[in-house]
């Protein structure tokens, strides 16, 4: 080659090393001898007398986890006969502080053989701790935004639960009162009166029932345990189930969790018995709602509004929510929490 393209050449890769922020290394394969830009003085903070031009004082300053991966996947890469390579890793800098470099860099072939590697090097610990501070802030996001749908329903239970009782039950009881009053001055109207008080009992007990269900603070007056033994009370006098029920603590989201679960079984299951486990292992609540009924299949049902609101209470909870079912096979709902 011509010594002034040689020179040429030389000139206008000083330009890049100049130009760019990364820190530019090229690699004699076979003596390891590296070159390295003076930008990696400044990245890394040790002085030029300090670095070694060797790929082993390189490799010793990577992080002992990280330091088998990095040269296993840049051994495979050189024996697949692969042009480029990448990989990301901690490395010591002269301050003590280990940082997260991005190492690329380029393979040059000579007869199948690796004889050079070009690339450069970029400090990338305060972009990858930004990405990681977006992911969790969207995760609390989202926890907050489950929380306060939580919450929303909770307030628009609260309103309906207030509504029945405080108008139409009291309009019901108001009926009842008057129709009691016709019963005593028109005998001959008992019959049909007798049967619209016993409609009207009826009626006042079932508003009775859904208020105290919808209610959230039935809770402050009954507590999780009392709650939950009326849902077992409920399911016996409804179908005849078989309900074991046993807890250790009072929950509001895990009630809920029960009743939208026992309501999918009483609705759907045909069961015959459920087990209901709530306890508490090194810390971590963990509920179980089983039946042996007709089951369904996983990949062909769709999720319902019941599912729908069981899932969003459990990312309230932060806990994980497995539920397993099969035709003929019954349900399983399986959930754990952390204690707070």
């Known amino acids: 080659m011509h010594v002034a393209s040689i020179k040429l050449m030389g000139e206008r890769f000083r330009h890049v090393v100049n130009a760019t922020s990364d820190a530019i290394w090229d690699i004699d394969l076979l003596t390891n001898e590296i070159f390295r830009s003076d930008n990696f003085s400044s990245l890394s903070g040790y002085k030029k007398d300090e670095i070694e031009p060797t790929l082993e004082w390189w490799f010793n300053k990577i992080h002992p ?153 039935v809770l402050d007056s009954i507590g999780l345990d009392d709650s939950l033994h009326g849902i077992e009370f409920n399911m016996q006098m409804a179908q005849q189930i078989n309900v074991r029920y046993s807890a250790f603590e009072k929950m509001e989201e895990v009630l809920r969790i029960v009743q939208e679960q026992t309501s999918n079984i009483i609705k759907y299951a045909r069961a015959s018995a459920v087990d209901i486990v709530l306890s508490l292992h090194a810390n971590i609540v963990m509920l179980e709602v089983k039946d042996n009924g007709v089951g369904f299949d996983m990949a062909t049902k769709p999720a319902g509004i019941g599912l729908s609101n069981i899932h969003s209470r459990a990312k309230a909870l932060k806990g994980d929510i497995k539920i397993e079912s099969s035709p003929g096979k019954g349900c399983q709902l399986f959930l754990s929490f952390p204690l707070q």
């Open 65 to 217: 986890d990280d330091r088998p991966i990095v040269e296993d996947k840049l051994k495979d890469h050189l024996h697949a006969k692969k042009d480029y390579w990448e990989s990301e890793y901690r490395f010591l800098y002269a301050d003590g502080s280990y940082r997260l470099l991005n190492d690329r860099g380029f393979a040059i072939f000579e007869d199948g053989h690796p004889v050079r590697l070009i690339g450069a090097i970029k400090d990338i610990t305060e972009k990858r701790e930004l990405e990681n501070k977006l992911i969790e802030e969207k995760v609390r996001r989202k926890e907050l935004v489950n929380r306060a749908s939580v919450q929303a329903q909770e307030l628009e239970r609260d309103r309906i639960s207030k509504e029945l009782h405080d108008n139409i039950n009291q309009l019901l009881l108001s009926t009842k009162m008057y129709m009691s009053v016709i019963k005593s001055e028109y005998e001959d109207a008992n019959g049909f009166l007798e049967k619209a008080i016993e409609y009207q009992m009826m009626g006042i007990e079932e508003i009775r029932k859904l208020s105290k269900e919808l209610s959230s603070s």
